[in-house]
């Protein structure tokens, strides 16, 4: 595991389990608690974590990460999401893209059809978009430029997405909990409640780490979901809830490609 990769994961660690002691991290990364000190000391310089007696915890705002580190995790999960998630769209389709790193993924894969309109607030999308070489309409929001995501938000972009009117929304999240619904740590997370209300169909695109994680700002309840598309690690508990709440899902193996 490269460097940049397992600081990305030490953070995710972090975020699912609390405070935890160098040693163990470094049994968990199967390396020196050396290298684990020097990430940590990389990540502190950041001021991602805060180095505590016997242990680091994540600082205040560190859950909601930099797009370009949230890349960095689970990308395998993510491509096969995103695989599958591509099986979804059809010629003449109208979408709207949320700035999550998991639907990132699926923009490769958009060259295949044409006369597709999409709609981001996503910087790094859009710039991907431009590069594809197929019949395409581009529609951006305006709004307050967020360096950390990359993307646009605010009372702008929220009007934005409650002028039109689209097919499918493909949407990411930082926790799914059965009672607090679809969250994210973004605090200006108005523009993903636009978003759901702007598409007739909410496909969510998580990893199954992301099951049973509250975070403090809710984008939807989960009854709103039509799709789900997540890996083979969701538990049966959390399956047969879900399926009962009318959502259908997709799971991807760890062998998909």
């Known amino acids: 595991m490269k460097p940049k990769q397992r600081q990305a994961a030490i953070l995710e660690h972090l975020q699912q389990f609390g405070k935890t002691a160098v040693e163990d991290l470094a049994a968990h990364f199967a390396t020196t608690g050396t290298t684990i000190r020097k990430d940590l000391t990389l990540l502190e310089e950041e001021g991602a974590v805060i180095r505590t007696y016997g242990g680091v915890v994540l600082s205040r705002e560190e859950g909601d990460q930099p797009i370009d580190r949230k890349t960095h995790i689970n990308t395998g999960k993510k491509l096969r999401i995103a695989r599958a998630a591509i099986n979804e769209i059809q010629d003449g389709d109208s979408l709207i893209f949320d700035a999550g790193s998991t639907v990132m993924q699926m923009v490769p894969f958009l060259s295949q059809f044409n006369n597709i309109t999409v709609m981001t607030n996503s910087l790094h999308i859009v710039?991907?978009?431009?590069?594809?070489d197929n019949d395409q309409t581009i529609l951006m929001p305006g709004g307050t430029y967020r360096k950390k995501s990359s993307?646009?938000?605010g009372s702008l972009a929220e009007s934005a997405f409650d002028q039109f009117n689209f097919d499918k929304l493909f949407i990411g999240a930082d926790g799914v909990d059965l009672n607090g619904g679809v969250t994210t740590f973004n605090e200006v997370h108005g523009v993903s409640q636009a978003m759901c209300n702007a598409a007739e169909r909410i496909f969510l695109l998580v990893d199954s780490?992301?099951?049973?994680?509250?975070?403090?700002?809710?984008?939807?309840?989960l009854g709103k979901v039509d799709t789900l598309i997540t890996d083979s690690g969701l538990t049966a508990p959390y399956r047969e809830a879900i399926e009962k709440l009318g959502i259908r899902i997709i799971l991807v193996g760890e062998d998909d490609e």
């Open 151 to 153: 993307s646009f938000h």
């Open 209 to 221: 780490s992301k099951f049973g994680r509250k975070s403090p700002n809710v984008v939807c309840n």
């Open 127 to 132: 710039n991907a978009l431009v590069e594809l």
